[in-house]
């Protein structure tokens, strides 16, 4: 016949087996109704989700027509600007030039000139 040679560690080990074996076979079984409801509350989050991103996409639209108004109004002013300072230059350089008809000028021509005005203002 057979001679079993049984000790304290084989026992202890054949009833862990045993337990696990019996564990898995009469393990309770989850509600089907539990993921349903996971199922409702992940779709209600989802859905509140959608609606903020749907906002956020309605506030960055806005924000991007507004900055590109803004960058139309810079790039006006800009050119304005360049415009002024184109002028400012050009007046910088006739500072100091004399005007061809000044310079041809003698007295006759200046006192003529003074007396044309003069009678002009009255």
């Known amino acids: 016949m057979f001679k079993f040679n ?10 862990l087996g045993l337990i696990i074996i019996f564990m ?5 079984s989850k509600d089907i109704n539990m993921y349903e409801e996971e199922i409702n509350i992940l779709n209600q989050k989802n859905k509140m989700l959608i609606d903020i991103n749907d906002s956020i996409i309605l506030l ?9 108004n803004l960058n ?3 790039d006006s002013v800009n050119l304005i600007l360049n415009k ?3 002028e400012i230059n050009k007046l ?7 005007y061809k008809h000044v310079n041809s000028m003698d007295a006759n021509g200046v006192t003529s000139g003074l007396s044309d005005y003069l009678n002009r203002k009255h």
């Open 6 to 15: 049984i000790d304290i560690k084989t026992i202890i080990i054949v009833l």
């Open 24 to 28: 898995f076979l009469f393990r309770p």
């Open 60 to 68: 960055n639209n806005n924000l991007h027509t507004e900055i590109e």
């Open 72 to 74: 139309q109004s810079v």
């Open 84 to 86: 002024n300072e184109e």
């Open 92 to 98: 910088k350089r006739k500072k100091g030039e004399i």
